[in-house]
C-alpha cells in the first residue's frame, strides 16, 4: 500500500491487482471448459447435474413437469419440484425461521 502513496513499485502494485481480479475470471472460464464442468448425467434413480466443482442429485420421484426453451443464444430446460418435495421444502423453511425467532 506504501508503495501506491510513495509512486514506488507501482508496477508491482499493478500487477497485484490485476492477478487479484483476473485470476478469478480466468479460473471460472478453465471450470467452464473443462469437459466435466457442465454434465448432467441420468440413472434409474434420478439425475445429478455437476456445474463448477459442484454436484446435485435429485430422485425422479423430487421433480415434475419439465419445460424445455429455446431461442438463439440457448437452449435451457428447467423442471419444477414435486408437490411433496415443495410441501417438505416448506415446511422446514417453517422451522428454520422459527428456530431463528426462537434464538433472537
Known amino acids: 500500500m506504501k508503495a501506491l502513496v510513495t509512486g514506488q513499485g507501482v508496477p508491482a ?13 480466468l479460473r471460472s472460464a478453465l471450470l467452464l471448459l473443462r469437459p466435466d464442468g457442465l454434465a448432467l448425467t441420468l440413472d434409474r ?5 455437476h456445474y463448477l466443482l ?5 430422485a425422479w420421484s ?12 440457448f437452449e435451457l430446460t428447467i423442471f419444477q419440484r414435486s408437490i411433496a418435495q415443495q410441501g417438505r421444502d416448506r415446511r422446514l423453511a417453517v422451522k428454520i425461521a422459527q428456530v431463528a425467532a426462537w434464538t433472537r
Open 45 to 49: 434413480d434420478g439425475f445429478t447435474i
Open 54 to 58: 459442484r454436484r446435485r442429485t435429485f
Open 13 to 25: 502494485a499493478i500487477l497485484t491487482v490485476a492477478i487479484v481480479l483476473l485470476a478469478p475470471l
Open 62 to 73: 423430487e421433480v415434475a413437469d419439465f419445460t424445455a426453451f429455446k431461442s438463439r443464444a
